[in-house]
């Protein structure tokens, strides 16, 4: 029996990774492998930033379905809009990143958004259902601009601008 050499195995693992590779394009199916790797990247970019948070977020100690009463308590937040159903939880720009934006459904971490320089936008959960977002978008922006209204008759008319 004949032993197979180093070169031989390293060859016969390049290929069987290539013939894989070959196997997952031709099927059409490198879109979890493409979404895992930009996921990997940046949990990479979480955990290279300084920021507490970031690392907190990249090690995954938040999660879809937790209080966002405990989110609140452990990173206090910038700004804070609440609708009938949904909460919107937001982080100002901190080192390399944008911004974090944390949306809850009756009290519960839902969907959080990470922005990075502009570009790319990381979802690191995302529990809305099919249009949910839309509903819950409206639902932040009426409370916002309810808000506004209650902020701009509290200042009185010298706050109104006439043209």
């Known amino acids: 029996m004949r032993r197979i050499g180093w070169r031989n195995w390293a060859a016969l693992v390049a290929f069987a990774a290539f013939a894989a590779t070959f196997a997952l394009m031709a099927t059409g199916r490198t879109q979890p492998l493409d979404e895992a790797f930009r996921n990997l990247q940046h949990r990479h970019r979480l955990l290279a930033d300084a920021g507490p948070m970031c690392r907190e977020l990249a090690e995954g100690r938040f999660a879809a379905g937790d209080p966002l009463e405990s989110l609140v308590a ?90």
């Not at 519960?108 to 979802?123: T, V």
Request: proline residues 7%; hydrophobic residues 40%; charged residues 25%.
């Open 74 to 163: 452990a990173f206090p937040p910038d700004d804070i809009t609440s609708g009938p159903t949904y909460t919107q939880v937001v982080y100002r720009p901190r080192q390399k990143y944008d911004g974090i934006v944390v949306f809850a459904k009756h009290g519960r971490l839902a969907w959080m958004i990470l922005g990075n320089h502009g570009d790319n936008i990381y979802s690191r959960f995302d529990t809305f259902e099919e249009g949910e977002d839309l509903v819950c978008h409206a639902e932040i922006d009426a409370a916002r601009d309810a808000r506004f209204k209650v902020r701009m008759a509290a200042a009185g008319p010298a706050a109104t601008i006439v043209p």
